[in-house]
Structures are given as C-alpha cells and as structure tokens.
C-alpha cells in the first residue's frame, strides 16, 4: 500500500461512514497527524492530494514544516498535541489551527500574544475536552467546559471554532464523541475534531468535522 492508496482508501471510507450515520453529518476534513513522519513522507501525502496536517510539537514542526510550506500552496498546519505556554509565540507564527487549547494559563497567554501579532490574527483555535477524565490526559473535564468555553470566547475573545477530544484507549469510542458533540452544540461551536486511525468511521457517524490519521496514512510510526 502506498501513501497515496491509503488516503484514498480513507476518503471512501470517511464517505460510506456519513451515508451509514443515522444524522445528518457533514463530510469532513481528513487531517493527516504527521508526527515522526519525515519530508519525503508527507510529500507522499501532499501529492497523494492531502493539505491539512497535524503536527504534536512545536519543535518538530519548526524543523519540518518551513520548507514544506515554501514548496506547496494552500497547506492548513494545526497543532494537536499540548502547548507550553514558553512556546505560545512561536506556535502562533508556525500555526493555522490550534486543537489543544486546555487551561486558563494558555488561554490567556494566547489571548495576550494575539495582541502582539497582528499577522497570527487567522489563527483559530480548538478547545480540547478530556470526556474520559483520564489524570494523565490533557484537556478540560466536562464538568469544567461550559465555564472554560464561555471565558476563552466571551472574556478573552479568543477565535474558537470548536472542540477536540481523543477518547481513552480500550473503551467504546462514541459515548466520548456524542459528549464533545453536546458540549459543542450547546456553545454554538461547529468543529469537532474527533476521530483517528482505529475510530474515525464511528467518529465521522456521530458528525465529526476533523478526523485526525496517522497510521492508516503513513503506516506505523518508526
Ligand atoms: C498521533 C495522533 C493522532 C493520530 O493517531 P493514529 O492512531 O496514528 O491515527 C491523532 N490525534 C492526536 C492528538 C495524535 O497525537
């Protein structure tokens, strides 16, 4: 299997997956999570006809991504793993999307940065929930989302599209991705991102707007 018959093996399945949804689901963008990943891989990917990707650090997309940039056009770079708040600045310049945006510190040294770059004023932003309440795990707990989305969008004005959320490992996926999707309807936030390797088609059913793959696109990370 190439990278390119992955992608398109993905796409038919992201199809079939919202004509079987008993909603009514839009179709949506198939992100692809490029973390470990090297140039001549999303390369692959990028001819493969993908243009959105996600990246886990800062550090490592600052490395990769400059160049990539400069040699395709109309490429969408979100960040899905955490941020420290010692890396606001530089998240802001490299970013298109932020999808992990997760306590009050980040949101308000964002807030903050915003201000200072005018240029970063596109960017927009996903707050992630931790619907499993898992300790190890970043993200708001759901009991504490109404209160954090309504600061980040009406105290601190930050340009937030949705919500994002990576259920725990060996649980049924859908209870977590109908949480994030109540949680968003009652805000009036429109993006989910939600689903990834193993659960993007129960995720595409419950209306996902993201889904972020990885391996089924690259194979496993080395
Ligand atoms: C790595 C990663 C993914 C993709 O995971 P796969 O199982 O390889 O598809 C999606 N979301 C986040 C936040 C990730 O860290």
Do not use: Y
């Amino acid at each position: 299997m190439t990278i390119a018959s992955n992608i398109e093996a993905i796409h038919a399945k992201i199809a079939r997956a919202g004509q079987n949804s008993p909603l009514s689901v839009p179709r949506p963008t198939l992100l692809g999570a490029s973390k470990g990943q090297n140039e001549a891989a999303i390369e692959e990917a990028i001819i493969g006809g993908l243009r959105v990707f996600g990246e886990n650090r800062v550090q490592e997309a600052q490395t990769k991504w400059p160049a990539l940039r400069a040699a395709h056009t109309n490429i969408e770079l979100h960040l899905i793993g955490p941020l420290q708040t010692n890396k606001v600045k530089e998240a802001l310049e490299l970013f298109d999307v932020i999808q992990t945006l997760d306590r009050k510190k980040l949101a308000e040294t964002i807030a903050n940065e915003l201000k200072k770059l005018p240029h970063c004023a596109a960017a927009k932003f996903f707050i992630q929930i931790n619907t499993g309440k898992e300790p190890q795990k970043a993200g708001v707990l759901p009991e504490e989302a109404d209160a954090f989305i309504d600061d980040c969008i009406n105290a601190l004005r930050l340009p937030v599209v949705g919500l994002m959320c990576v259920p725990p490992v060996g649980q049924p996926p859908s209870p977590h991705f109908a949480l994030l999707r109540k949680i968003a309807q009652a805000h009036g936030l429109k993006e989910l991102s939600m689903g990834m390797s193993e659960d993007f088609e129960a995720a595409v059913r419950m209306g996902s707007t993201c889904v972020r793959v990885g391996t089924a696109i690259f194979g496993e990370r080395v």
